[in-house]
């Protein structure tokens, strides 16, 4: 009897090929760099990846090179990406979920308008906001040097948030643009690249959503900012459509529950008093920031002139670099994992 290949892949099981290998020029000082990944694996396969994946990496590897030789160069580079939390996630999903409504709602009556490639896409934090897409990094052929000067259209996603005045009356025709950022606080100034202030998804998820606390559900003092052109519940102030009964109604909501275990707003402070803010970390007060991935220490003495990096997921496929070189420069080489989305392993921000 012959015997069966397991290992022979059946028909319609090919995996489409696709780029696995990036490699970027790192700045020696600075500026924190960031890269898109969905936008570079859009560029360099010639095909549209949202940038709502979480994207797997299987390593992340920097070599360094002396600009004197036999002249050490030494620095460090810490990696950062957008945190894996379920805050996070839940900040993603329902900030999505919120500018779909709004743009379906806009849509209604000329459907035949929406763009193909329609796509949610945030800033990682505020600096990332400041610098714009147009600063992303972008991968370079090691054989040429030349990288991809030309890229499509990456363009970040809007909220329009009608304006309401301070007194709650409903302003005809009157709105505010705002773009997004994954972490830290709602405006945290107007980007010189894009003319945007920005709005936070955590912030946003945590001004629109009740907390625990020894009342039930600790309403955020938040929650009835629905108003004026700087809401901080801007969920809900996109949809003021003339009246305030949402913050009326988010006003009434308070009844009572017992401590958590974590700070939160209008919880009590060890040693005395309260907290006056909420605290999702992410948000503003609380780990403001990406979460840590991982740091490398090298010199070019290091064996190779190189470190590796641990690989894992990373939501929105957005890292940041913060680095700090001296005597030379750095590379960074990104090894993806192959997978079914499209040649990659990737999956939804919604499965998250």
Known sequence: MARRN?????????????????????????????VDLNQINSLVNRRFYR??????????????TPLVSGTPATGTVTISKMPSTW????????????????????????????????????YADAEHHQAGFVQNMKPFSTATGIGFPLTGEWEASKASIP??????????GETVEREFVGVGANYPGISPATGFNALSLVEGYAASRGLPNIVDPNTPADASDTGGGTPENWMTAIFNDGTDQSADVLED??????????????GPIPGGGTYLD??????????????????????????????????????CGLLRFDTSITGGTAQVIIRLVPGAHRGLMAASMLEM
């Open 87 to 122: 805050i996070f996630s839940n900040a993603w999903q329902k900030s999505f979920a919120t500018w779909q409504r709004m743009n379906s709602e806009a849509l209604e009556e000329s459907p035949s308008v929406r763009p193909r490639f329609l796509d949610f896409k945030i």
């Open 51 to 64: 940038q709502g994946l979480v994207n797997a990496i299987q390593s992340i590897e920097v070599q360094f």
């Open 278 to 315: 909420t605290l999702y970390p992410g948000g503003a007060n609380q780990f403001p920031g990406m979460q840590f991935h991982d740091k490398l220490l090298i010199t070019t003495s290091t064996i190779g002139g190189s470190d590796t990096a641990i690989g894992g997921l990373f939501p």
């Open 6 to 34: 397991n290992n022979k892949m059946t028909r319609g099981s090919k995996l489409e090929p696709a780029v696995t290998e990036l490699r970027f020029n790192l700045p020696a000082v600075g500026a924190p760099s960031y």
């Open 163 to 172: 304006l309401v005045s301070p007194a709650g009356a409903f302003l005809p």
């Open 253 to 266: 909501m308070v009844t009572e529950n017992n401590t958590a275990p974590y700070p939160f707003e209008n």
